[in-house]
C-alpha cells in the first residue's frame, strides 16, 4: 500500500503587502516547493525558525488553507482541490493540535462542547457524543468529571491535552501538531510530548510534528525535515540526521540543542548564524542560506542547490557534509 499522505511540490504564494501609499509590495512565497511522503503510524518533525513556512505548510495539510499550487495526496485520493463539502468526509481523518491551547479553545464553550463538536458534525447524538468526549477526556489524563468545566479553569498543559483530545474525537488517522508544546511551561512540554507518543502507539496516528527547535521533535519523529525560507533543506531518519547533519543549517540548530552529558555540552562547538532569515518577500539568490553560511561559495550565490541524496538522506547543499 502506499503512503498514507503524499505532498507535492506544494507551494503557497501570499500577496504582497499593501504599504501606506497603497502601493502592494512582492508576493510573498511562504512556502516554496515542498514534497514528503508519510507512512501510516509515522511521525515526520518539520523544523525550522519562525516564519520558514512550516505553520502554512501544516495548515495546508489539513486544508485550513488552500496551496497556490502542487498536491496533496492523502490515502491515495488528491484532496488538494476539494471543496469544504467534497473535502467533509475526509476532515476527521486530518485534524490539528494548536500552538497555544488558550487561544484556541472556544473561552465560552465548555469542555463538553468542545470535544463533541466535531462528533456532532459528524452525526453523532448528543449523549454517544458525551461519552465519547468523557473517554477522550481519560484518554489524554483529564478527568472526565470536569467535562462540564470552562477551559480558563484548566492550566495550559491541561488545556493542551483538551486540544488533543478534541482532535481525537473523530478517530483521525493524520494530526498536524503544530508547535504543541512550544506556549507551554518548560516542565510541562516534556509529559504532552509523551502523552503525544503514547497516543501515536496506542491509536496508530501519524503526526506531522511542528517545531522551531530541534530537541523537541526528537523524541517522536521517525524522520525529520529542516525548513528554511519555505523549502526543505535536509530530510531523512532521524538517527542519521542528528548523527550526522549534513545541511549547514541543520548542523546549527543541532549544535543549539543541550547534550545530556555536562561534559560532552562544555566540549561542543556552538554554531551561531549571524542575522535573522531574510525576509520571503525578497530571498537572497542562489542557495537562500548563503548570507548566512560558514560554509558559502562563490556558487552559492548564484546557483540554487536542490534536494538530492547524500549519506543517506536528502539534503539541498553544494557541499554537504563537514
Ligand atoms: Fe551553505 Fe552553499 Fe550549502 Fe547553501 S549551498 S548551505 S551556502 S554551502
Ligand atoms: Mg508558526
Not at 503557497?12 to 501609499?21: D, H, Q, V, Y
Amino acid at each position: 500500500s502506499g503512503p498514507l499522505l503524499s505532498v507535492r511540490d506544494l507551494t503557497m504564494t501570499f500577496p504582497g503587502r499593501r504599504s501606506a501609499s497603497g502601493r502592494r509590495g512582492a508576493p510573498v512565497r511562504a512556502v516554496d516547493g515542498v514534497s514528503f511522503d508519510l507512512a501510516a503510524g509515522e511521525t515526520l518533525g518539520l523544523v525550522g525558525e519562525s516564519g520558514c513556512g512550516k505553520s502554512t505548510t501544516g495548515r495546508m495539510l489539513v486544508r485550513l488553507l488552500e496551496p497556490t499550487s502542487g498536491s496533496i495526496t492523502f490515502d491515495g485520493r488528491d484532496i488538494t482541490r476539494l471543496s469544504q463539502r467534497g473535502l467533509r468526509p475526509h476532515r476527521r481523518h486530518l485534524q490539528m493540535v494548536f500552538q497555544d491551547p488558550h487561544s484556541s479553545l472556544n473561552p465560552r464553550q465548555t469542555v463538553a462542547r468542545i470535544i463533541c463538536d466535531p462528533l456532532l458534525v459528524q452525526g453523532w447524538s448528543a449523549t454517544d457524543a458525551r461519552r465519547r468526549a468523557a473517554e477522550l477526556m481519560d484518554l489524554v489524563g483529564l478527568i472526565p468529571e470536569q467535562i462540564d468545566r470552562y477551559p480558563h479553569e484548566f492550566s495550559g498543559g491541561q488545556a493542551q491535552r483538551i486540544g488533543i483530545a478534541r482532535s481525537l474525537a473523530t478517530s483521525p488517522r493524520l494530526i498536524v501538531a503544530d508547535e504543541p508544546v512550544s506556549a507551554l511551561d518548560v516542565s510541562v512540554q516534556a509529559q504532552i510530548v509523551n502523552l503525544m507518543e503514547r497516543l501515536r502507539r496506542e491509536l496508530g496516528l501519524a503526526y506531522v510534528f511542528i517545531a522551531h527547535d530541534l530537541s523537541v521533535v526528537k523524541r517522536v519523529s521517525d524522520r525529520v525535515a529542516v525548513m528554511y525560507l519555505g523549502r526543505i533543506v535536509e530530510i531523512g531518519e532521524k538517527r542519521a540526521l542528528y548523527e550526522s547533519p549534513q545541511h549547514p543549517y541543520t548542523r546549527a540548530l543541532l549544535s543549539a540543542v543541550p547534550l545530556p552529558d555536562p561534559a560532552a555540552e562544555r566540549r561542543r562547538e556552538r554554531i551561531v548564524l549571524l542575522g535573522d532569515p531574510p525576509s520571503p518577500a525578497a530571498p537572497p539568490p542562489g542557495c537562500t542560506f548563503h548570507p548566512r553560511c560558514p560554509k558559502a561559495q562563490e556558487v552559492c550565490r548564484t546557483e540554487r542547490p536542490l534536494l538530492r541524496i547524500a549519506a543517506s538522506r536528502e539534503v539541498a547543499c553544494h557541499f554537504p557534509g563537514d
